[in-house]
């Protein structure tokens, strides 16, 4: 589809078997443009308040002619540098739209979904302490062994979050962020 349609304008991370590997070509092609050592770049993470559903963006996307646009891409800004993700999920938490933050879980709301997410390579990037370092995994079981490469076989990166409470709060509900759910 990319040969024909181009690159997406956002990413769904839980279709990659090995999104380490995705995130590490983010950082590399910046490295390579701005020609920078890649060991001096780390992610900053922008949150986009826009939702997608891959199931969606798929059906959208079946009926697409060669060329065109879907009209759900409209609503994702254009960026510069990095790359704009999808299909991620919340655990023991839920993000805040009109706050921009994480925020505590509704009752009997399992798992909300995580608002697009602008992974924007910067150089020497040192995150606010306010930041809370939520770890993404691929699956909830958030174990893993270390795969021939040093990579988990589970844990992707950490990504970080906004909040209006001190980390220790949301590390004490071992609040995550998973790809994919056991459903």
């Known amino acids: 589809n990319w040969i024909t349609r181009g690159q997406p304008k956002s990413f769904w991370i839980s279709g990659l078997f090995f999104p380490q590997g995705f995130l590490t070509g983010a950082l590399q092609n910046h490295a390579r443009k701005y020609n920078l050592p890649i060991d001096e770049l780390n992610f900053c993470f922008n949150m986009v308040p826009v939702y997608r559903d891959e199931a969606v963006v798929a ?22 540098d990095g790359v704009l993700v999808h299909g991620m999920f919340m655990d023991a938490s839920r993000w805040d739209d009109e706050e921009m933050v994480i925020e505590d879980a509704f009752n009997r709301e399992m798992n909300p979904m995580l608002p697009v997410v602008h992974f924007e390579p910067q150089q020497n990037y040192e995150p606010d302490e306010s930041l809370y370092h939520a770890p993404l995994y691929k699956t909830s079981a958030r174990a893993g ?17 906004p909040s209006n409470r001190p980390s220790d709060y949301w590390i004490s509900k071992a609040s995550a962020l998973l790809c994919q759910l056991n459903e």
């Open 59 to 80: 059906e959208q996307r079946r009926g697409l002619a060669v060329g065109a646009e879907m009209e759900m891409d409209e609503e994702i800004p254009a960026i510069e």
């Open 145 to 161: 062994t270390l795969s021939t490469t040093g990579h988990s076989t589970n844990f992707v990166i950490t990504v970080m979050l």
